[in-house]
Nanobody, 126 residues
């Protein structure tokens, strides 16, 4: 079974940076598309960013474009989310997700993804 473990969350001030990591075990990481979602209290799960399994094409939500960058290191079975210029509205639990073959459609749709991590808390103070 595929397992995803997130790390790197914490408490920071507005304008600071964090890098989240998502490490996969028991799977063929290089064949999986990866994504990050987030969920704030009382709100629905929100798409943040995704990266394809093939050519490394990336997709970022408008709310984070220009500030956040998704990347991956297949040799380490790890996906990253570099978060710069953090804002209080970025406060949420951040979840890593993996899409295994056969691939789903719609980068921003939670239903596309087959496996999820347990989440890591990011809190941004003003």
């Amino acid at each position: 079974q595929v397992h995803l473990v997130e790390s790197g969350g914490g408490l920071v001030q507005a304008g600071d940076s964090l890098r989240l990591s998502c490490t996969m075990s028991s799977g063929t990481f290089s064949s999986y598309s990866m994504a990050w979602f987030r969920q704030a209290p009382g709100k629905e799960r929100q798409f943040v960013a995704a990266i394809s399994w093939s050519r490394g094409s990336t997709y970022h939500a408008d709310s984070v474009k220009g500030r956040f960058t998704i990347s991956r290191d297949n040799a380490e079975n790890t996906a990253y989310l570099q978060m710069n210029s953090l804002k209080p509205e970025d406060t949420a639990v951040y979840y890593c997700a993996a899409d295994t073959p056969p691939y789903g459609t719609g980068w921003s749709s939670p239903s596309k993804y087959d496996y999820w991590g347990q989440g890591t808390q990011v809190t941004v103070s003003s």
